[in-house]
C-alpha cells in the first residue's frame, strides 16, 4: 500500500511537471509568433485613418505610423515621439500608449528649479515650527521630554 502511494505521488509530480512545461512552451511559441517580423498571407495593411479616431493619430508628442499591420482582428500600431518608438497592440494598449506619453511629456516640463525651492523651504519650515512650539509652550514640551527618553 505504501509503495502504491509513493507511486501515486511521483506520478502526478511527472503529471505536473508536463503540464507546466506545456505551458511553458506554449508561452514561449506564442510570443515568439507576436513578436515575429515575418508577414503571412492573412497579415493585410491597413490605413490608420480607417482604424482610429483622428484624436489618437497624432498629437502634440505623438504621431501614428501609417499603414497599420492587422493580423487577424488585431491591429500592430508603431507610435513616433520625441522620446522614441512605441509600439502598442490594439486600440485599447494604443490609447494607453498615447496617455503615457502625454504623462511623460507634462513630467518633463516640470520646473526642476522650482521643486528644489520648495522642497528646501519645506525642510527648512520644519525646525522653525519646533522652535516655535518650544517658545509658545515651554512648560507642556518640557512634559513631553521624558516621554521621548523613555522611547529611546
Same mark, same amino acid.
Given at each position: 500500500?505504501? %509503495?502504491?502511494?509513493?507511486?501515486?505521488?511521483?506520478?502526478?509530480?511527472?503529471?505536473?511537471?508536463?503540464?507546466?512545461?506545456?505551458?511553458?512552451?506554449?508561452?514561449?511559441?506564442?510570443?515568439?509568433?507576436?513578436?515575429?517580423?515575418? $508577414?503571412?498571407?492573412?497579415?493585410?495593411?491597413? %490605413?490608420?485613418?480607417?482604424?482610429?479616431?483622428?484624436?489618437?493619430?497624432?498629437?502634440?508628442?505623438?504621431? $501614428?505610423?501609417?499603414?497599420?499591420?492587422?493580423?487577424?482582428?488585431?491591429?500592430?500600431?508603431?507610435?513616433?515621439?520625441?522620446?522614441?518608438?512605441? %509600439?502598442?497592440?490594439?486600440?485599447?494598449?494604443?490609447?494607453?500608449?498615447?496617455?503615457?506619453?502625454?504623462?511623460?511629456?507634462?513630467?518633463?516640463?516640470?520646473? !526642476? %528649479? !522650482?521643486?528644489?525651492?520648495?522642497?528646501?523651504?519645506?525642510?527648512?519650515? !520644519?525646525?522653525?515650527?519646533?522652535? $516655535?512650539?518650544?517658545?509658545?509652550?515651554?512648560?507642556?514640551?518640557? !512634559?513631553? $521630554?521624558?516621554?521621548?527618553?523613555?522611547?529611546?
Amino acid at each position: 500500500m505504501i %509503495s502504491f502511494q509513493i507511486n501515486q505521488k511521483n506520478e502526478r509530480r511527472a503529471t505536473l511537471s508536463l503540464v507546466v512545461l506545456f505551458l511553458f512552451l506554449s508561452a514561449l511559441f506564442a510570443t515568439s509568433c507576436i513578436n515575429a517580423d515575418i $508577414v503571412e498571407a492573412d497579415d493585410i495593411q491597413i %490605413s490608420t485613418e480607417e482604424l482610429i479616431d483622428k484624436k489618437l493619430i497624432s498629437g502634440a508628442n505623438h504621431t $501614428v505610423i501609417s499603414p497599420t499591420m492587422v493580423v487577424g482582428a488585431m491591429p500592430y500600431y508603431k507610435i513616433n515621439t520625441p522620446f522614441g518608438e512605441f %509600439s502598442a497592440t490594439g486600440n485599447l494598449k494604443l490609447g494607453r500608449r498615447v496617455h503615457e506619453i502625454n504623462v511623460i511629456q507634462e513630467l518633463r516640463a516640470i520646473d !526642476k %528649479s !522650482k521643486l528644489t525651492i520648495d522642497s528646501v523651504g519645506d525642510a527648512l519650515k !520644519k525646525p522653525v515650527e519646533g522652535v $516655535v512650539q518650544i517658545v509658545g509652550h515651554p512648560v507642556s514640551t518640557l !512634559k513631553g $521630554v521624558p516621554m521621548v527618553w523613555s522611547l529611546v
